[in-house]
């Protein structure tokens, strides 16, 4: 392999999501909104093996399964700031971060939409994502417009970005939940995901994930009176999905008097740090 | 509408390519190989009218049809050091960054998939490109399976970047290509398209961009000349389609001689410059 590679891939907050399976992992995946932030993961690749997340040993399942599916052993640094188990999509970057870094070292030749199936495929295996690594390949304010990496999903994109705040209040487990009934979630996902695509703008898209939250029952009572005391001071905030926490545009959070953390809605995927 | 909205969108040497006509000007396009330069195009929307570019009143057939699609009026500034019609798209950054930043400015509430379309759309219809504006709204080494703009065209990219060097000897009139018989071009193309998707990388597509400029005699003495001398020096080079340009990896043009002009592959597609 070549001298360590380096790969930054933005967070995912996922607004409002619809689950879809298929037989295959590839064309499984989820419909949906969200949005990547500034705030993000970066992944080294070098030799040796084992996963570290800031230095600790902490195995990701969707890491390993990257390296399998190409075949190469390596010792994989993922460095963040965010809190793991909040949705933030963690895995899935550092899962596609593995994808793109061990492909340059290893001259594995794959093409970017091969390693972003690698890295989705290797996420749902994990039961850990639906959604967050092709729209972390992607950046921006994100709508899967179809389930699954290329050539199955689909994804377009809404071109607003700014500030944004956030607050972690703890975890809630993505296999969990994807684990229990998901129809009603499906239902009232694909619901929200139109009525977006009615009027494709970012604050739609928090009105209609205020609402999904709601009705999915995801929304727990510490959660909610953190949005409505946002909501209160004339600010727009949502829930991410899934973690408990909450999201907020421009500076709604510290308005409202918490102690957030800032950051900001980017608008590029995936890329190598020594190309930037 | 807002105050002045600025987007950046990269230029996009082509690098080997064949044509595809359909029935509606979003599903015509090209497939091929290009890549995106650092060196690329600044769009400004302002109140007003007409085209300016570095501050001469210039009209692009492209950037207006975008505004008609629009329905929007503006002045459209574009500032760019590349030189015009020698294969760098800067019609296609131009129609694109107008889409973008008129999109914005207006709040036409268009999607990124929606604001592609259009600018391609008004592209073909002013028969100055096929295949620029998807990849500037992408970005890096691009790779254009199928022709035209979402959701009929489809896109992968290779993953590398790296230096770039090029040298403007002069214009070759895209009109004038496409207007002949392209068919040979269509044919030489498509089977270059397959040689590099069976080893999809950097060198390769300059090794097959190579032989598409000779056996589509698009390439003339003066040009082959220079990408001889960067070959003498060990370096890689190849004509960028269309124009009289030659493009080379890491500094091969200044290696043999020449006084190129220094750039790189941007990683990144079209992007408002208040988000970055």
Request: proline share 5%; aromatic share 4%; hydrophobic share 45%.
């Amino acid at each position: 392999m070549t001298d360590a590679t380096t790969v930054r891939v933005p967070g995912h907050v996922t607004l409002l999501f619809s689950v879809h399976e298929a037989p295959n992992a590839a064309a499984t995946g989820s419909r949906g909104v969200g949005l990547t932030t500034a705030e993000g993961v970066t992944v080294r690749i070098g030799p040796g093996q084992g996963v570290r997340v800031n230095g600790e040993r902490r195995p990701i399942a969707a890491v390993e399964g990257v390296l399998e599916a190409l075949g190469v052993e390596a010792a994989v640094d993922v460095e963040t700031a965010l809190p793991l188990g909040t949705g933030f999509g963690v895995s899935g970057a550092a899962a596609l971060g593995t994808a793109f870094a061990a492909n340059r070292a290893f001259g594995c030749e794959l093409t970017e939409n091969a390693l972003v199936r690698t890295a989705h495929v290797a996420e749902v295996e994990a039961g850990t994502g639906l959604g967050d690594v092709v729209a972390q390949a992607h950046g921006g304010v994100v709508l899967r417009l179809e389930p699954g990496a290329p050539p199955h999903g689909r994804i377009d994109a809404i071109p607003e970005a700014g500030r944004l705040e956030y607050l972690a209040l703890g975890e809630l487990s993505t296999p969990t939940v994807l684990a229990g009934d998901t129809a009603p979630i499906t239902a009232a996902g694909d619901a929200a995901l139109e009525g977006v695509l009615e009027r494709p703008t970012l604050s739609r898209s928090f009105a209609r994930a205020r609402a999904f939250a709601e009705e999915t029952g995801l929304l727990d009572d510490e959660v909610a009176a953190v949005i409505e005391a946002v909501e209160a001071v004339g600010g727009t905030a949502a829930m991410a999905m899934l973690g408990r926490t909450v999201v907020a545009l421009d500076d709604g959070l510290s308005r409202a008097g918490y102690d957030a953390v800032e950051t900001a809605v980017d608008p590029h995927g995936a890329r190598f740090v020594e190309d930037a």
